[in-house]
């Protein structure tokens, strides 16, 4: 594990990977919009690029940037977290090793492992990973991959990085956490012993909804020049512009996220004392399930929260239906809000299967409008339901 590093988080999200430009003094790397580069000579290569599928200088100040933050040897940038994710899957699984997923998992994830995965021979068990005992009976048969997210998508779940870490690597698991919703500015999952950090970077990293982006991060050398491999051969590279969109916006996030916390924490209590509202899921919250672990492990609880609605269905149609501020969109974590209806929506996939969402959850991803604005377009909203 890399050394706690001298500079604090928002100096490296600043600083890291994002020197000014040598030949020119400009202080923002420029974006290198090119597809090869010039060689003097055979194989004379002047900066150690040769073509952008192999390698691109401005994913390269990217993956220098998300490392730091992670505090991991090594970051891979990939053209979303859907890539990023099929490639560690394929550099890691053989047919017949199994793979252990929590119950409460991105349906995206579901679907590539059922879907893509299942088929070429891999095993998998979905595990309520809060529960130590049933994680305790996941391991009865070999575990290659525990894949954990915390919180979790869209019930926010926590779970406990370090306990599930160790008890992977007791039974020669390899622990890969989906950091996606805490970003590394709440919670950093290697230096609680996860083996790799995945990010859908489209969300938190990127921040303004403007881009589609995935990294992987880890601290095993082997593991990630067999990544590295994966992607040049088979191709899902982060473009160049979507890489400075990305650096461009980590340099705010742990701005973004003090600002999404703190006003998710004000909602989740609004909606908590609402009539409406049957239950919140805010791991800020003091009577969340969770509550003990994420003080323990992330250092604020974030921006994503989850309503189930005592009317129901319609209840909760009615209010992802019912805002104006909040917009009726998939995805999450820009800094506008968004409101979604996930049984209909980003978890429409796992229908019918143990991942399933109650269909009276509405999904919420606070932004960083003013506070008071937010809490009357739902105060109105759920005037309605
Ligand atoms: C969005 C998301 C993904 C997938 O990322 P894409 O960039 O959409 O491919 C994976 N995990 C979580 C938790 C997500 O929210």
């Known amino acids: 594990m890399t050394e706690t590093p001298s500079q604090g988080f928002a100096t490296r999200a600043v600083h890291a990977g994002q020197e000014p430009d040598a030949s020119t003094g400009s202080i923002i790397p420029p974006i290198h919009q090119t597809s090869t580069f010039v060689q003097d000579g055979v194989g004379g290569l002047r900066g150690g690029y040769e073509y952008g599928r192999s390698g691109n200088p401005t994913r390269a100040a990217l993956e220098v940037?998300?490392?730091?933050?992670?505090?991991?040897?090594?970051?891979?940038?990939?053209?979303?977290?859907?890539a990023a994710e099929d490639a560690l899957l394929r550099a890691v699984l053989q047919p017949g090793d199994r793979v252990v997923l929590g119950d409460d998992a991105y349906g995206g994830t579901y679907r590539l492992l059922t879907r893509i995965h299942e088929p070429l021979g891999v095993r998998l068990d979905t595990v309520d990973l809060t529960d130590p005992a049933a994680v305790e009976a996941a391991f009865a048969q070999p575990v290659r991959i525990l894949w954990v997210e915390t919180p979790t998508n869209p019930l926010m779940k926590v779970v406990d990085i370090a306990a599930l870490a160790a008890a992977g690597h007791e039974h020669g698991a390899l622990v890969v956490v989906d950091n996606t919703f805490a970003s590394p500015a709440l919670q950093q999952p290697l230096r609680l012993g996860a083996d790799v950090v995945v990010h859908s970077a489209t969300k938190y990293l990127g921040g303004h909804s403007d881009v589609l982006g995935g990294v992987l991060v880890m601290n095993d050398e082997g593991l990630a020049e067999r990544v590295r491999f994966l992607q040049f051969a088979a191709g899902a590279?982060?473009?160049?512009?979507?890489?400075?969109?990305?650096?461009?916006?980590?340099?705010?996030?742990?701005?973004?996220?003090?600002?999404?916390?703190?006003?998710?924490?004000?909602?989740?209590?609004?909606?908590?004392?609402?009539?409406?509202?049957?239950?919140?899921?805010?791991?800020?919250?003091?009577?969340?399930?969770?509550?003990?672990?994420?003080?323990?492990?992330?250092?604020?609880?974030?921006?994503?929260?989850?309503?189930?609605?005592?009317?129901?269905?319609?209840?909760?149609?009615?209010?992802?239906?019912?805002?104006?501020?909040?917009?009726?969109?998939?995805?999450?974590?820009?800094?506008?809000?968004?409101?979604?209806?996930?049984?209909?929506?980003?978890?429409?996939?796992?229908?019918?299967?143990?991942?399933?969402?109650?269909?009276?959850?509405?999904?919420?991803?606070?932004?960083?409008?003013?506070?008071?604005?937010?809490?009357?377009?739902?105060?109105?909203?759920?005037?309605?339901?």
Request: glycine letters at 10%; a negative charge.
């Open 65 to 82: 940037q998300v490392a730091a933050l992670e505090q991991g040897d090594d970051a891979i940038a990939f053209a979303s977290g859907l």
């Open 237 to 385: 590279v982060l473009a160049p512009f979507e890489a400075w969109l990305l650096t461009r916006g980590i340099k705010t996030l742990e701005l973004r996220m003090r600002r999404h916390t703190e006003s998710a924490t004000a909602i989740a209590g609004q909606l908590a004392a609402h009539p409406a509202v049957e239950r919140v899921y805010y791991p800020g919250l003091s009577d969340h399930p969770g509550h003990e672990i994420a003080l323990k492990q992330m250092s604020g609880a974030g921006g994503m929260l989850s309503v189930a609605l005592a009317g129901g269905e319609r209840a909760a149609r009615t209010l992802a239906e019912g805002t104006r501020i909040f917009a009726l969109a998939e995805s999450l974590g820009g800094v506008e809000s968004l409101i979604g209806y996930p049984s209909l929506m980003t978890h429409a996939s796992v229908r019918g299967t143990p991942l399933a969402v109650p269909e009276n959850v509405v999904r919420l991803s606070i932004g960083i409008e003013d506070l008071a604005d937010l809490q009357e377009d739902l105060a109105d909203a759920l005037g309605r339901v």
